[in-house]
């Protein structure tokens, strides 16, 4: 099974700043890696798929890159909404995985 | 849009089965997968099953007690749930599975306590 680690567990942004949140593989996933916001009381939404796609209706101050075992997930200019917890998620070899998550706080 | 339903309080070795209603997408053409998340707690993959019901996986911690299920002529998905245990305590969603999941109910609670 691919282990997905995320990095930091916590990440706390001032509003206007950059979130850079990061996805490690345990093993190559080549660019089959999604992410997925969640906000309390919501279903996960998707963000970002194969890597760097973004998925209708996801706002341009999300972006995904990185390939291999390597993945980051960035917020260009942190809004006050996008206080959340973020998952990566592998599906490139079964069971497709998620990782940890990372908290978004708003400082 | 994915509508769960069947989720309730339910004690240790019990059964429940839950059900996920689709609309809005040809359902037949997509595999389907579960998802849970228990309290507090991070996403856990349940189940998948593709378009026809041809493939079908589990997660370990729950195989051999869940069986997935899906009816394409009436647009939806189950999860038959037996020997139910505290750990399997959680939310679970329902999800389009295109390997990404791109559309996601909204979530039922199943509670296993005594």
């Known amino acids: 099974e691919i282990v997905m680690t995320q990095s930091p567990a916590t990440l706390s942004v001032s509003p206007g700043e950059r979130a850079t949140l990061s996805c490690r593989a345990s093993?190559?996933?080549?660019?089959?890696l999604a992410w997925y916001q969640q906000k309390p009381g919501q279903a996960p939404r998707l963000l970002i798929y194969?890597?760097?796609t973004r998925a209708t209706g996801i706002p341009d101050r999300f972006s995904g890159s990185g390939s291999g075992t390597e993945f980051t997930l960035t917020i260009s200019s942190l809004q006050s909404e996008d206080s959340a917890v973020y998952y990566c998620?592998?599906?490139?070899?079964?069971?497709?995985?998620f990782g940890q998550g990372t908290k978004v706080e708003i400082k | 849009l994915l509508v769960e339903s069947g989720g309730g309080l339910v004690q240790p070795g019990g059964s429940l089965r839950l059900s996920c209603a689709a609309s809005?997408?040809?359902?037949?053409?997509?595999?389907m997968t579960w998802v849970r998340q228990a309290p507090g707690k991070g996403l856990e993959w349940v189940s998948y099953?593709?378009?026809?019901?041809?493939?079908?996986y589990y997660a370990d911690s729950v195989k051999g007690r869940f069986t997935i299920s899906r009816d394409n002529a009436k647009n939806s998905l189950y999860l038959q749930m037996n020997s139910l245990r505290a750990e399997d305590t959680a939310v679970y969603y329902c999800?389009?599975?295109?390997?990404?999941?791109?559309?996601w109910g909204q979530g039922t609670l199943v509670s296993v306590s005594s």
């Open positions: 809005g997408f040809t359902f037949s053409t997509y595999s």
């Open positions: 093993q190559s996933v080549s660019s089959k």
């Open positions: 999800a389009r599975d295109r390997g990404y999941r791109d559309y």
């Open positions: 194969g890597a760097s």
């Open positions: 998620q592998q599906y490139n070899n079964w069971p497709w995985t």
């Open positions: 099953i593709s378009s026809s019901s041809s493939t079908i």
